[in-house]
């Protein structure tokens, strides 16, 4: 038994114990904060938990309808594509609304409405005190590189003007993404039927941002079966094998 603490004291013990607990909680704070690459990755894009690294890209076909381009040149866009498919879904889930305003899938100062819609939902789950969901993702069946007409190219009137070839791609649901917030019955806001599948010409640029592999940038897109376009994509008679 030591000596009783005068009420003094007991304040400067109490204080003293007060600063330990929440040094210690700062350290727990700081020793979970991610580092590196997914502390660039969390900070820099809101991209929680960490992706992949690298970034898987196989399992998705990549054609060549470029018979200017090498194979090579050809599997380098088609990759950068599927990496920026990837990312677009892990920013969904993350509901990263930071993230889409990145130079990734995208060049925000070119092209703001590109992922408007997106980031109009991430914002109004937040302001519901929800969340956005991905509750199922439309699968990518394929990308094809093929020619980008000029036409086409000048018709975006960015100031970056879209690589000379763009990728066709093939898409299957279902898709479902909603808004869920507790006490609320589900909002969807995207959705795309079991079976139904979307192809379209993508126009845009390889980018490598700080933390991730390359990337394809989109700057426009088409219908593929907008009769101006369906050419440009060259899709075999009857559509996608």
């Not at 394809?216 to 369906?230: K, V």
């Amino acid at each position: 038994m030591g000596p009783a603490l005068t009420r003094s004291r007991r304040t400067i013990v109490c204080a003293a114990l007060a600063l330990a607990v929440a040094g210690a909680g700062v350290a727990i704070w700081a020793s979970t904060r991610p580092t590196g690459r997914c502390g660039t990755l969390a900070g820099r894009y809101g991209l929680a938990p960490c992706p992949d690294a690298p970034l898987p890209v196989a399992g998705v076909p990549i054609r060549n309808l470029d018979h200017n381009l090498s194979d090579a040149d050809a599997q380098r866009i088609g990759r950068a594509y599927v990496r920026s498919y990837r990312l677009y879904y892990d920013a969904l889930a993350a509901n990263s609304e930071k993230f889409f305003h990145a130079k990734v899938i995208h060049l925000p100062d070119e092209s703001p409405l590109m992922f408007g819609a997106e980031i109009q939902h991430i914002r109004d789950a937040r302001a519901a005190h929800g969340r956005l969901v991905v509750q199922s993702a439309a699968t990518l069946l394929g990308v094809t590189v093929v020619p980008l007409p000029d036409d086409l190219r000048d018709s975006l009137g960015t100031k970056t003007r879209p690589i000379g070839d763009a990728v066709v791609i093939d898409t299957i649901g279902p898709e479902k993404q909603l808004i869920r917030a507790r006490g609320r019955p589900d909002q969807t806001v995207t959705e795309l039927a079991a079976g139904d599948r979307v192809q379209r010409l993508v126009g845009g640029v390889l980018v490598t941002a700080p933390g991730l592999d390359e990337t394809f940038a989109e700057l426009g897109q088409w219908e593929c079966l907008d009769p101006d376009t369906h050419g440009a994509c060259q899709l075999p008679p009857g559509g996608p094998g």
